[in-house]
């Protein structure tokens, strides 16, 4: 089964590629991007497109990293009270059982 998925995989990873090819050879013309005081060099709009697709991923792949990191050292935190509330209440179980 994990060998069908790699395929799978490699070949979707195959066809986005091929698509992202055709893409930029259909999508030669040059742009110069403009941002108020700063102006790109003229590429093509299939590469200024695949590019923002790429930074979009990368920003994508970056905040699930912080979020997971975040989340990481919450559940470390929160196990850390548990233990130490755990231990308390097996500390108060042993002095009422003397008590008793």
Do not use: C, Y
Not at 1 to 10: H, T, V, Y
């Amino acid at each position: 089964m994990a060998g069908l998925q790699k395929i799978l995989l490699i070949l979707l990873i195959l066809v986005l590629v091929l698509l992202a090819l055709v893409f930029s050879l259909n999508n030669q013309m040059a742009v110069a991007l403009n941002f108020l005081v700063f102006e790109t060099q003229p590429h093509g709009v299939a590469v200024w497109i695949i590019m923002a697709f790429v930074i979009g991923a990368l920003v994508g792949v970056l905040m699930t990293v912080l979020a997971t990191f975040r989340t990481s050292v919450s559940r470390r935190a929160l196990q850390k009270r548990l233990d130490r509330a755990e231990q308390a209440l097996e500390k108060t179980r042993v002095q009422n059982d003397r008590a008793i």
